[in-house]
Nanobody, 123 residues
Framework: QVQLVESGGAWVQAGGSLRLSCAASGRAFSTYAMGWFRQAPGKVREFVAGISWSADRTNYADSVKGRFTITRDNVKNMLYLQMNNLLPEDTAVYYC????????????????WGQGTQVTVSS
């Protein structure tokens, strides 16, 4: 069982940067692939970035490639999303998610979710 708590969301002007954090409880965090998703008002939740359990593989949605970076610290049980050059279309609630199957190189399923953190980017 993993519990996830996001933080770091804020209001920021276009072109600015934010770093989102996701604190995880549970010993199994270090064995789970993780990811970030977002949901804008009136839209479906979409994948943003994923990272393998060992942090040797990452993947990104095309819309954020080159601007966002996903990292993790398996000692501190933390997941991060560094967001640079933010655009108004990045405005959404951002969620972290964990794959409940151990040792996956990619986020295949989303078995655990955080409560979300709001990111608002103004033009």
């Amino acid at each position: 069982q993993v519990q996830l708590v996001e933080s770091g969301g804020a209001w920021v002007q276009a072109g600015g940067s934010l770093r989102l954090s996701c604190a995880a409880s549970g010993r199994a965090f270090s064995t789970y692939a993780m990811g970030w998703f977002r949901q804008a008002p009136g839209k479906v939740r979409e994948f943003v970035a994923g990272i393998s359990w060992s942090a040797d593989r990452t993947n990104y949605a095309d819309s954020v490639k080159g601007r966002f970076t996903i990292t993790r610290d398996n000692v501190k049980n933390m997941l991060y999303l560094q967001m640079n050059n933010l655009l108004p279309e990045d405005t959404a609630v951002y969620y972290c998610a964990a794959d409940g199957q151990k040792y996956r190189s990619w986020l295949v399923s989303t078995d655990y979710w955080g409560q979300g953190t709001q990111v608002t980017v103004s033009s």
